[in-house]
């Protein structure tokens, strides 16, 4: 019997579990759970040994509990994107080695592809787990953020009125982040029942005693936030699942189970060093430390590891089955229901007449309850969630609120939490907008949004308050760098709009196609732009296409390249330069700073002049990015960049600019410079 078969032995034994359909574990099988926890041990320690790395503390005291979550939870291979299946979030991503075991045991994948491919280059196995290994649903790693994701799954699926459950397992080390209490409140608040949060409770984290690295009260914390904390022993299987059983079929408040584990649990010699939260056996080790397994002599010799030739040998005989799993994910219930955004109804009923002044911010409000009214049918609740951290009226997404307060979450001031139950709604096939100021949902929140970023989310987030236009608030809340911060995360796309109409027409754009979008808004009422004719430059058949800029003014003698609440200050000053240097300048809007109009920009560079002016930190803005694409494609033209130079103060959005020399008088001065230099 090889060890596959013997798994398959045992799970057909254990099957009458699922769905905790029996009241306990019977007694005669509880052999079966622990000869299953001995070979998932065996394969954890063989599973590190031949990649050499990887953390086998917490993964052995999980294993158990992994062991009876996917055996008993309404999940399994033929399940995995099921939109009413159970859902398991790792937060602890180093336990991923008991992760793929337990999957690789119930055949969600191959096991053996799991073991020799681990942490193998391009092996979807990597150090902490990853979603494209059927099975799971978030690429975990960063600690403390799981409970947040957890908290945005039960929401939409409560929302959705399925009655699944969402089980985050966590480290113990983990609750020292304030991620968690805010993901705790949150949970309390929107009364998730169909949330439970799992704790291995081994004492140990990275660097030794949790008590001695950080005190920390975890159930205390748990119960005052109104959450059931159960106690239970992680490696007993029958007491674990009349627990897990217990709070399984519970409705009525967010559930906590904290389980007394053991770090390195089933290697005598290693129990309770922490040393081992991130360190594997040697081969030597590792041989020794097998033979002291009670295995089961038909399959102790798949447990044999030879020398590092042979494993490397090994390795490259399992070839990875990723074109199948991506084939079968394009056949999963969530692929042919397709995405949300494309049937999104974004109808326009308003267009803003030229030179009438008002905010970007305040558009999109207005758009925002459009986008509602327009997408509401036979009086049910529009597909969209908006999520905000106290500052509705500042971002202006209080009249949706007042309009469909059932899609409108506020989180109050815990953006770290919403960013990534924001993520985790997205792909729940829900609209989802998160609004902010800047400063908040940008440069707080970068490490929540780049790991829903890599977890393909589709959010869409709204950040007003941006550029030291915000003015009095002083250097604080200026938020200079939301270019260079989002442009780090791969699949991101940045849309700033240049007045209120072209507001409308980008939110609709991005509320119809998926993906993670920033529109970055400004805060002041601006002029709406208009053409030469003085009608609206971004009118009822303008037509918003990602990557492709505007010429608001055309002009052979030079061009000012600019993008949002700056567009409408360029052309002023394209106009002063006409009148009193018979300068023709042209004004070129480009609104997505991340995908460039070639052929936009090879016309500008043809002009000879171009001057790149933008609130926003000039080493790291659109003009960097200009300057680096010009050098590369060879563009023969003079080239200048007008940005911030230093931390802005309190003063009107006037007095910023010229505080940091980038008022429309010294734009035009700067030009009239360049033109002259460019002509020596």
Known sequence: ?????????????????????REKI????????????????????????????????????????????????????????????????????????????????YEFFDINDAIYNFRLADSIFEGHPGSRVPGVEWCSGNLGQGLSVGCGYAYALKKKNFHNKVFVVMGDGEQQKGQISEAIRFANKFNLGNLVSFIDYNHLQASGDISNIMPNNIAMNYKNGNWEVTYTDGHNFEELYK?????????????????????????KSLEGKYEYHGKCLSIEQYNKVIKKFKLNPDVSDEYIVDDIKTIDTKRKEYKLRQEKIQEEKKNSIEYKKGKIEGKINTDIQEIYPA???????????????????????????????????????????????????????????????????????????????????????????????????????????VCTHNGVEVGEDGKTHQCIDYISLISNLFNFKIVIPADANQTTHITNYIASNHG??????????????????????????????????????????????????????????????????????????????????????????????????????????????LGSYITENNLNCSFQKMGIRKYGISGSPDYQYNYQEINIPHLVGEFINLKNNSNQ
């Open 243 to 267: 627990v897990l059983r217990e709070v399984y079929l519970k409705r009525d408040k967010p559930q906590c189970i904290i389980a007394k584990t053991i770090m390195c649990k089933g290697i």
């Open 1 to 21: 019997m090889t060890r596959k078969e013997k798994y398959s032995q045992l799970i057909k034994e254990l099957k009458k579990y699922k769905n905790f359909s």
């Open 516 to 625: 993670n979008f920033l529109m970055v808004l400004n805060r002041s009422k601006i002029p709406v732009i208009s053409n030469k004719s003085g009608e609206t430059f971004f009118g009822e058949n303008y037509d918003f296409s990602y990557g492709s800029a505007d010429w608001v003014r055309n002009g052979k003698d030079g061009t000012i390249i600019s993008y949002g609440h700056m567009i409408y200050r360029a052309v002023e000053a394209s106009e002063i330069l006409k009148k009193e240097n018979s300068y023709d300048i042209g004004v070129l809007n480009i609104s997505c700073p991340l995908a460039l109009d070639d052929e936009k920009i090879f016309k500008a560079s043809e002009t000879g002049t171009i001057l790149v002016y933008e609130d926003h930190n000039i080493r790291t803005g659109l003009g960097t990015i």
């Open 355 to 461: 030179g009438q002044l008002i905010s970007n911010r305040n558009a999109f409000g207005n758009t925002l309850l459009q986008l509602g009214n327009n997408n509401t049918k036979d009086g049910q609740d529009p597909p969209i969630i908006v999520m905000d951290c106290d500052l509705s009226t500042s971002v202006r997404t209080d009249k949706f609120n007042k309009r469909f307060p059932d899609c409108f979450i506020q989180g109050g001031i815990a953006e770290h939490n919403i960013a990534n139950v924001a993520g985790a709604i997205s792909k729940n096939n829900f609209l989802t907008f998160f609004a902010g100021f800047g400063v908040f949902g940008i440069d707080e929140i970068y490490n929540q949004m780049r790991l829903n970023d890599i977890n393909n989310t589709s959010i869409k987030l």
């Open 26 to 105: 019977e007694k005669e099988d509880l052999k079966y759970f622990e000869e299953l926890s001995i070979l998932a041990r065996a394969d954890i320690l063989k599973m590190t040994t031949i990649s050499r790395s990887g953390h086998i503390g917490g993964a052995l005291s999980t294993i158990d509990l992994y062991l009876l979550l996917w055996l008993c939870l309404n999940v399994n291979k033929e399940r995995v994107n099921d939109p009413e299946r159970d859902i398991v979030i790792i937060s602890n991503g180093h336990t991923s080695t008991a992760v793929y075991i337990a999957l690789g045991i």
